[in-house]
């Protein structure tokens, strides 16, 4: 499968927090953090887990620029 | 500032692609290209261009998980 | 490939229009017509086209609930 | 009221699942699961309930297109 | 029509620019400026134009929150 | 730090609870409510709490444009 989102960060999750509906995953992307609020059912479909390898996916319109 | 946005990728801009209303900024964070599609008047605004430091800046929420 | 967005609707590609940087595709999925602003990018990199199969996916935090 | 979006997909709801804060309805379009993900609020605001009439609203902008 | 999203802010069109596919709507709330990038499509099935009445949609999980 | 997104709403905090992951976050700005979802850590990292002042950051693609 191939997405239109430009954006694909892999690396390994490093954090995994459960809510009632929504989970927090946090992937280590080259050693930085990439956090991702999805629902628990995905969490349970995709069997993620603490070690596993994933990927951050980004659409290019939810990207902001900041600068200092 | 500081934003409530959990994820900040930092680097350098190497594209910047105008349209009629939306550009398309292209971060190189560590070696990684981050994509974001942002308006014209932002581009403008924030004075930016190819070679300058930037930030991207994504809501946990927008954030996809794909595993293999 | 396997994703946590929750929604995928698969059908056929049966209109796309070229921007100067973002295109619009619309896939009918069952009679339903399914609208989705990407990339040019991400049309030439995927291929896209009138008539080829395509599935639109969709973050749960991305849908609103309208009632009458 | 017109809005927008250009995605309009319309159906019963079929479950309905609260947590502390955020809510998972799922609407049966035309044999489809759509999620959304919302708020308690709006779950009682809209008095929304298994069984009930809902159209799922999405942004051509917040769609993903993938190819196989 | 109710929907979920929890914010509604509205106001008069200031400013309306189009591009070849997206175009750019600014509302007046009250005084403070309100931008929205929709398809040109919408503007012209709404009938959007400067000086109409229109109001400004957004879910709470797009809104993200930024301290001094 | 100067952000791309092209709307900042300030005001005061008047509302905030916490779920098991995800919190709102309501701001009244000029006496209009806007409701933020964000991250239980989030809050904690900027510290939020009722009274204080806030500036809700929307990106124009995530305003949907609704007419009467």
Redo the contacts between chains.
């Keep these: ?9 892999s690396g390994k999750i490093v954090d995994l ?9 946090v ?1 280590d ?11 628990n ?3 349970e ?4 887990k603490v070690g ?17």
């Design positions: 499968m191939k997405v239109s989102a430009r954006n694909a960060l927090k459960k809510g009632t509906t929504t989970s927090h995953v992937i992307v080259n050693g930085m953090k990439v956090t991702a609020s999805i629902t059912e995905a969490v479909d995709l069997g993620l596993g390898e994933a990927t951050a996916i980004i659409k290019s319109s939810d990207v902001i620029i900041a600068v200092a």
